[in-house]
């Protein structure tokens, strides 16, 4: 039966009038903000003279006192409540020469500049502060880890190339679920609860079909935050983490590039000036990356071992930016992208396009103490399965997403606020296990506003948020408070935690009783959900969290550095595909019981447990190891079940060293041991016959298999565990062109990791063996 519900974007808020009063008092609040300023500020940017590309991590300090800071990944700082005076700044950083500046400040008086730092010709000894350390002592940052284009580098490569998602699964709390058809679970969370950003966009599906690689290119990644939880009000959307990956401006000096070819991929970066840098003046440039993947050819001849007809997959990537950059630090981004992904195994055929464009601004207003910035982009997600019943499936989200978002530096201490608005469609077409059509046509709207506020108390950390959601189409409303805290202990221990209320509309269209689903639909929250649960009502049809985390920083030395967390996760609200319904929805079944006719249905879980992780790394070496524990539930009307990505333990090592003359060969290693997912057993097979009527000959009639399952994912999966290698030398050519070789091997001892089992067939499926490789890439 085909079930549409139709609604109009923008529907104006029906208790506006209950709701703008929030909205004045947080406008209000944001006016009389700029009344504060009593003093003085130095703030700006830190550059590669060379280069100028921004440097982060930079420590700026106040010669003479204890007012510093460190400088965020785009090289920006800000150093406020400058008593009126004469002052030298110091900008320290690791292989740079130390930078002085002298300033005089005056009552209300924000001075706004640029600085230049140039590399030394040799290198001296440690510097004795370290920019991370102080950033870890004066952000709360709880259940967050940035990743960097140097945290790539130590993982091991799939064909030559590193890639976000092979460091993703290393990460404490991350579950990943194989190599093929593989998706990232976050501290018991599915993908569908983890809010994906490139650049502030919204991307819906950032992984390939073949876990090995993502949409982001590596060589163009800036940064990448990772939110396992317990994140502040500044995101929204999602009840359970948040990946939010920033890109690099292009090279503003000369044109250069990249090219890169192995048996998985290739891969092409270009990027240059369109007007090229001088110290103190506006730059523009631009940067275009396109890889593809051709492992549907190339399997045929190297890996034919793996399977005979070669394996499956193909991909095509490609990404384009532009950036301006005003001498004041003030930039301006407009960047697109198109991704695809197609998969042909022998009884399915499926795959996915995506594509996007935007623009983001970060303004700093000239005397004000405000920094700026903004995103509004589109992007559209569609994908499509045919199977051999021939039913189509088919699942597509496209939407805009807007934000615009103050900084406002108060001493050590910050606020930030802001408003964001989102608009998407859904439509979406499946069967269900009763053979039935679910279908879903709908417009949604949600509009927001947060604000959250750092406080330092002494050694304490406060940071309070709320944030304010008003979900238009499905008229509900949500107030979310969000606290997080630090205590630093010492200067080498620091206790932290985190508590959030979270809401969400998207629901994901799967049939958790598949061991492994490729077809991972997108629904906008449905309003025909049942009017009861547990013989409780149903007052909204959002999706709910709560949330509280708890943890320690410990150092071990100058080098090492132990962080250990407890969270939980509890959703009293959860939305899912009804896998149970067996009548359509009309008067005739209205005497049957909700859940076995409805589309959706409501659910409760718990996600709750712990991880340790501890770095090492100094010159030449670098280690990383983590240990995750995760205890995943969901209670139905039926049943209290694990869902199919409850992973109970989780062990990564990573280990990388580099070694040679000129450090030209770099060794890294990584080994991942995980417990088995659930599933579902068979207990056996029967003949299915379909009964005609009373005239149906059922003694000599044929049937279809019918297969009678165990209670749902009861039994678990042999244990996973897997060694990576990878082997670089590095060659660089008179003309500063350089060339590296690398060699790489995933699994390396060939072990037999279930992908799942063919229950007709009776027949077990692996995740990959071995496949060994050799790549180049050229920069130049």
Do not use: C
Not at 78 to 105: C, E, Q, R, W
Not at 457 to 467: C, Q, S, T
Not at 513 to 518: A, G, I, M, S
Not at 599 to 625: C, H, M, P, Q
Request: proline share 4%; no cysteine; net charge positive.
């Amino acid at each position: 039966m085909l079930l549409i519900y139709e609604k109009t974007i923008f529907v104006p808020p029906k208790n506006f009038m209950k709701l703008k009063h929030y909205y004045f008092f947080i406008l209000f609040l944001f006016a009389n903000l700029y009344a504060l300023a009593q003093s003085g500020e130095i703030r700006g940017f830190v550059y590669d003279k060379a280069t100028a590309e921004p440097m982060g991590f930079v420590t700026v300090f106040i010669q003479g006192t204890s007012n510093g800071t460190a400088t965020d990944l785009t090289g920006f700082f800000s150093l406020s409540k400058l008593k009126p005076g004469s002052y030298i700044l110091v900008i320290i950083a690791m292989g740079y020469d130390t930078l002085s500046h002298h300033f005089d400040i005056s009552d209300k008086k924000v001075i706004n500049t640029s600085f230049y730092i140039t590399a030394r010709s040799r290198q001296l000894k440690e510097v004795s502060i370290s920019a991370e350390k102080q950033k870890l002592q004066t952000q709360v940052e709880i259940s967050k880890i940035t990743i960097t284009p140097k945290d790539l580098k130590y993982i091991p490569t799939v064909g030559g190339e590193p890639d976000l998602i092979q460091y993703l699964q290393v990460l404490p709390g991350v579950t990943f679920s194989g190599d093929q058809g593989g998706q990232l679970y976050i501290r018991g969370g599915p993908p569908i609860q983890n809010k994906m950003l490139l650049d502030g966009m919204v991307i819906y599906n950032p992984f390939h079909s073949i876990g090995l690689f993502s949409v982001y290119d590596a060589d163009i990644i800036r940064s990448a935050d990772v939110y396992a939880g317990g994140f502040n009000s500044q995101y929204g959307g999602r009840v359970s983490a948040v990946v939010d990956v920033q890109t690099r401006e292009g090279n503003k000096i000369k044109p250069s590039g990249k090219f890169a070819v192995n048996p998985f991929t290739s891969k092409v970066l270009l990027e240059g000036p369109l007007k090229a840098y001088k110290e103190g003046e506006a730059t523009a440039s631009y940067i275009l990356s396109y890889k593809t993947s051709y492992l549907d050819k190339t399997s045929k001849m190297f890996y034919n071992y793996a399977d005979t007809n070669g394996l499956p997959y193909h991909f095509d990537d490609f990404y384009s930016k532009i950036s301006f950059v005003a001498p004041n630090g003030s930039k301006t981004n407009f960047f697109g992208f198109n991704f695809s992904d197609r998969v042909n195994f022998s009884t399915t055929n499926y795959g996915w396009n995506a594509f996007g464009m935007g623009g983001n601004f970060s303004i700093i207003p000239e005397g004000s103490s405000t920094l700026i910035n903004a995103v509004v982009a589109y992007s559209k997600y569609g994908m499509d399965q045919k199977e051999a019943d021939l039913k189509p499936r088919f699942s597509d989200i496209s939407g805009f997403n807007a934000s615009l978002n103050f900084t406002y530096y108060l001493g050590k201490d910050d606020m930030k606020y802001g408003i964001e608005m989102e608009g998407f469609r859904t439509s979406y077409k499946t069967f269900s296990t009763g053979n039935l059509p679910v279908e879903q046509y709908e417009n949604t709207s949600q509009l927001a506003a947060y604000m959250k506020y750092k406080l330092t108390a002494g050694r304490v950390l406060i940071e309070p948020g709320v944030r304010f959601n008003y979900y238009a189409s499905l008229g509900n409303k949500s107030i979310e408070p969000r606290l997080g805290l630090k205590w630093n202990v010492t200067s080498r221990i620091r206790v932290k935690a985190g508590a959030g209320i979270y809401s969400q509309n998207l629901i994901a269209a799967v049939s958790d009783r598949d061991v492994v689903n490729l077809f991972y639909g997108f629904l906008s929250g449905p309003d025909n959900l049942p009017t009861t649960f547990k013989g409780k009502p149903v007052k909204n049809y959002l999706q709910w969290s709560q949330q509280g985390v708890l943890g320690a920083e410990i150092e071990l030395g100058k080098h090492g550095l132990i962080n250990v967390e407890g969270f939980w996760k509890h959703y009293p609200q959860l939305i899912n595909v009804n896998r149970d319904k067996i009548y359509d929805d009309v008067p005739q079944y209205f005497n049957k019981p909700a859940y076995l006719r409805t589309d959706f249905i409501v659910e409760t879980g718990n996600a709750y447990g712990g991880d340790i992780s501890y770095r090492y790394e100094y010159k030449k070496l670098y280690l990383w190891a983590v240990y995750s524990l995760t205890f995943v539930e969901r209670t139905d009307e039926l049943r209290t079940y694990f869902p199919s990505f409850d992973r109970r333990h989780n062990v990564n090592l990573v280990g990388s060293y580099t070694f040679g003359k000129e450090k030209q060969y770099t060794i890294n290693l990584r080994w991942n041991l995980a417990s088995g997912f659930p599933f579902t057993q068979t207990q056996g097979y029967y003949m299915q016959i379909p009964f005609g009527g009373i005239s149906t000959d059922y003694t000599n009639q044929n049937g279809n298999l019918g297969i009678h399952y165990a209670d749902y994912n009861n039994g678990r999966l042999p244990y996973y565990h897997r060694l990576d290698a990878s082997a670089e030398k590095r060659i660089t050519f008179k003309n500063k062109t350089k060339m590296a070789i690398i060699a790489s091997a995933t699994n390396v001892y060939n072990r037999e990791n279930i992908f799942y089992f063919e229950r007709v067939t009776n027949r077990r499926i692996n995740q990959l063996p071995i496949m060994p490789s050799l790549g180049i890439n050229y920069t130049f």
